[in-house]
C-alpha cells in the first residue's frame, strides 16, 4: 500500500484522542489497522503503532505501589513482550518498523510524573537497544517524544501547579500547542519507508519545548 506496510496495530490508547485519531487517519490512507491486545497477534504485522497513554501527575510520596506497579512494572514487561512478539515476526520476514509514541518524561523532569517518565525513560532505552540489534534484519524502532497536544492534555491549570497543561504552553518556544495533524504527519514519515535510515532515534515533536532555556 505504497509507503505504509500492510497492517498496522494501534495498540495502547485506543480510547484516547490521539488513538482514535490515529486509527481514523492510518484507515483514511488505507491501511488495514487492527487493534489487538498483547496476546493476539498477527504473524504479517509490518508495522506497529505503539502509543503511550501518560497518566494524571500524582505527588511522588502519594503514590501508591499498586500505582507505580501498574504504570511501571505491569506496563513496561507487557509492552516488552509485545515488541518481543511483534519484533520476532519482523525479523522472520527481514522488515519492519516500530513507532512508540510517547512523551517528554523519558527525557526531562517534571514534578509528580515520576512513574509515566521511568516508563518513557525506560522505553526510550528500549527503543536504542532494539534497534541496534534488529538493523540487521531490516527492522527500524523510533520513539516519538511528543509535547503538549490539542485534545490530549490541554487544561485549565493553576499557574503555581507544575503541569503540562497551561504552564507547558508558555515555555514552548512556538507558544502553542500541536496540532493532532502534525504529529499524526510526524508519525506517517516515520512510520513510512521514507525514514528508511532512521532507527534508534528519539524524534521531538514539542515546538521547541526541550530547546527553550530562557529564564524569565
Known amino acids: 500500500m505504497g509507503a505504509f506496510a500492510d497492517r498496522v496495530i494501534v495498540v495502547s490508547g485506543v480510547e484516547t484522542p490521539m488513538g482514535q485519531s490515529f486509527t481514523a487517519a492510518l484507515a483514511e490512507q488505507g491501511a488495514q489497522v487492527v487493534a489487538a491486545d498483547r496476546t493476539d497477534l ?3 504485522v509490518d508495522a506497529l503503532l505503539l ?3 501518560s497518566p494524571p501527575p500524582i505527588p511522588t510520596t502519594s503514590l501508591s505501589d499498586a500505582e507505580w506497579d501498574a504504570t511501571v ?3 513496561m514487561t507487557n509492552y516488552f ?3 518481543k512478539n511483534v519484533g520476532a515476526g519482523m525479523i522472520a520476514r527481514q522488515r519492519g518498523v516500530i513507532l512508540i509514541v510517547g512523551g517528554l518524561g523519558g527525557l526531562t523532569g517534571f514534578p509528580r510524573w515520576a512513574a509515566s517518565s521511568a516508563l518513557e525513560g525506560a522505553l526510550i532505552a528500549l527503543t536504542r537497544s532494539l534497534a541496534c540489534e534488529w538493523a540487521q534484519y531490516q527492522v527500524r524502532i523510533v520513539y516519538l517524544a511528543c509535547g503538549a497536544v490539542d485534545g490530549e492534555h490541554i487544561s485549565e491549570a493553576n499557574p503555581t501547579e507544575f503541569t503540562i497543561t497551561a504552564n507547558a504552553l508558555e515555555r514552548t518556544a512556538q507558544k502553542r500547542a500541536a496540532s493532532m495533524a502534525e504529529i499524526i504527519d510526524t508519525a506517517f514519515y516515520l512510520l513510512s519507508d521514507r525514514a528508511s535510515f532512521t532507527t534508534g532515534s528519539v524524534i521531538r515533536a514539542d515546538g521547541g519545548w526541550t530547546a527553550w532555556g530562557l529564564l524569565n
Request: aromatic content about 0%; overall charge negative.
Open 42 to 44: 498477527s504473524d504479517s
Open 51 to 53: 502509543i503511550v497513554p
Open 73 to 75: 512494572s505491569t506496563s
Open 81 to 83: 513482550h509485545l515488541l
